[in-house]
């Protein structure tokens, strides 16, 4: 096995629980490392750091394994998997379909695993990952008794990382699944919905937000397949808008919203596929108003260079929803832009409700869902920001 030596200082950050090693932090290799081998990584004394998934191509250099690994990668991914899964049954103890594997967080660096019943998608984005994926593939297979096992990969990040761009099916197909969050149904066509086929990351807070609804007027904007107002509509709101620019998703939450109609009576739903600051404009020049407005937008800064840019659009996306809310209203807000700081999400949020000469009061503050867990050393872990404010 290589040996890969960093250079003096660079260990601290390593030592603190970060797993990634950057190139430039490296001073020397000894032996030959090829592309997704696993690579023991030393300080500049000698001393001993970890294991790790190398990658000479990429920035991130190595990705370390925890000191569970002794050699045999199955075995360290079948004590890993079984161990993320019993970690969400403590939590969602009857869900069949949750968030598995988050990747450097469940010490599976460069893999995600999204279960839904029996089928498994994955994303990978390491190089090691994808040199050992069929024992992964074995694992789900002979432990899981999965149907179908499949990915659904974000074609930038395997370019990053120097992968092929295409998915491919392992086991099965990639049928339509029914899943449940606990509450609400949702019918999974994984051919046309985005990610992985659903964003689990958002579970615990659409839950939260159903209890701010009762006989409420409501808008779910960036709706998707309609899982914020779904659990509005659940939690008796008395109207829900579902707006999104895709034609697809607001389908797919129609659909939904058909699927769930049990659970709720004489409540109308408005579906609505037009860009999200176009409706809120058009409805704040009609002086239409809501009682509780929900923003669930896609990333606005995918990397560190477009950081201004993007809060300039949170500012401005939240001013329109809180020029659009009645007196006492409720403002419930995300960001999924990891290179957005929580603190600069927040004051974004605050000058737009001074812009609008609103006040505004926060009242609860929360990350991703609890099958998304964090390591503290590693900020990149904790992407999402959700928040909710009363407007006055």
Not at 234 to 249: K, L, N, P, R, T
Request: aromatic share 12%.
């Amino acid at each position: 096995m290589a040996r890969l030596y960093l250079k003096k200082n660079e260990d601290i950050r390593i030592k603190s629980g970060h797993p990634w090693v950057f190139s430039n932090e490296i001073r020397n290799i000894e032996g030959e490392a090829e592309n997704g081998d696993i690579v023991e990584a030393f300080d500049s004394h000698g001393k001993f750091l970890g294991s790790g998934l190398y990658n000479g191509n990429s920035l991130i250099s190595l990705r370390i394994l925890d000191n569970g690994f002794e050699g045999n990668f199955h075995a360290y991914a079948k004590n890993h998997l079984h161990r993320a899964v019993n970690l969400r049954k403590l939590f969602y103890p009857n869900r069949d379909s949750f968030r598995m594997c988050f990747s450097e967080s469940d010490f599976m660096p460069g893999l995600i695993i999204d279960k839904y019943n029996s089928t498994y998608v994955m994303q990978v984005y390491s190089f090691g990952i994808e040199r050992n994926i069929n024992e992964i593939v074995k694992v789900l297979t002979e432990d899981f008794k999965a149907r179908n096992i499949f990915t659904r990969h974000e074609p930038h990040l395997r370019k990053i990382e120097g992968l092929s761009e295409n998915n491919t099916v392992f086991l099965g197909s990639e049928a339509e699944e029914m899943i449940d969050d606990g509450k609400v149904k949702y019918l999974i066509d994984f051919k046309t919905s985005q990610k992985t086929g659903f964003y689990f990351d958002q579970c615990d807070n659409r839950e939260f937000t159903g209890r701010f609804a009762f006989g409420k007027k409501v808008l779910d904007a960036f709706c998707n397949c309609g899982g914020f107002g779904l659990h509005s509509a659940v939690g008796g709101a008395g109207s829900v808008d579902f707006v999104d620019s895709s034609a697809i998703e607001i389908e797919n939450a129609r659909n939904n919203f058909r699927l769930n109609s049990s659970l709720y009576k004489g409540i109308v739903g408005g579906f609505i596929s037009e860009d999200v600051f176009d409706f809120m404009q058009n409805a704040y020049n009609f002086d239409k108003k809501y009682n509780v407005i929900i923003l669930d937008p896609p990333a606005f800064a995918k990397n560190k260079k477009s950081v201004a840019t993007a809060l300039k659009g949170y500012e401005k996306l939240n001013r329109l929803a809180i020029q659009l809310l009645e007196g006492n209203g409720v403002l419930i807000t995300s960001s999924c832009s990891h290179h957005v700081t929580q603190h600069d999400f927040l004051e974004a949020v605050n000058k737009a409700g001074v812009k609008s000469n609103r006040k505004i009061q926060l009242i609860y503050l929360n990350g991703a869902s609890l099958d998304h867990p964090r390591l503290l050393p590693m900020p990149e872990s904790s992407y999402l920001k959700f928040a909710v404010f009363h407007v006055i």
